[in-house]
């Protein structure tokens, strides 16, 4: 079954998505055991038209394929088509509609939220999940073992420093503003990011 869509790291109860979708299906069809789950992230441009075709500006000979926002396989074998295409510079009428080096929009487009996940205490926090302090300017995310030992992290994304959101499906830290993940320990589970989540101190009044 697919369930609802939302921006990875803007919502601040993954685990609920899972609980509609299964109460759901068994309210409308024979279900036994939930075997498995999953959450997909696609990605998506500005106009939501995929990039794809010949990186001509900056890297000529280079071409990508990106964006497809869920629709790969239509998308794909476009894109497939038109650098197929490029490469041997014949004309596709495509061109222009998948141009990687169109215009891009407005700075300040992107429109990646705050972190979901802000609590005043780490006590707030309960055994088994995360959160983000608020210290001065630092932002620090912290997740708990189950015995409620806590961990400490910087809550700034390493691609371009927007603050982490706790993912409890997944129990994973979320960029709300590019998609980066990170797993509880701060290593990168996928991009853009390409560098771990840095560990911090807690204050000594809050260990």
Known sequence: ????????????????????LEHWVRGNVPAGEVVWRWVNEDYDTH?????????????????????????????????????????????????????????????????????????????????????????????????KEEDGTPHALSAACTHMGCTVTWNNADRTWDCPCHGSMFTCDGEVIHGPATDPLKPVKLPSRET
Do not use: C, H
């Open 1 to 20: 079954m697919l369930g609802p869509s939302f921006t990875t790291g803007t919502d601040g109860d993954v685990a609920k998505r899972f609980q509609e």
């Open 47 to 143: 106009d939501r038209v995929p990039f794809a075709g010949e990186l001509t500006k900056d890297a000529r000979n280079m071409y990508v394929a990106t964006g497809f926002n869920g629709w790969g396989i239509s998308n794909g074998t476009a894109a497939a088509m038109l650098i197929a295409d490029q490469v041997q510079e014949l004309a596709n009428p495509w061109s222009a509609l998948y141009n990687p080096m169109r215009p891009l929009p407005p700075k300040g487009f992107n429109p990646g939220g705050d972190s979901q996940s802000i609590v005043d205490a780490i006590a707030e926090i309960a055994a088994g999940a995360g959160g983000v302090i608020e210290r001065g300017e630092k932002k620090i995310a912290v997740w």
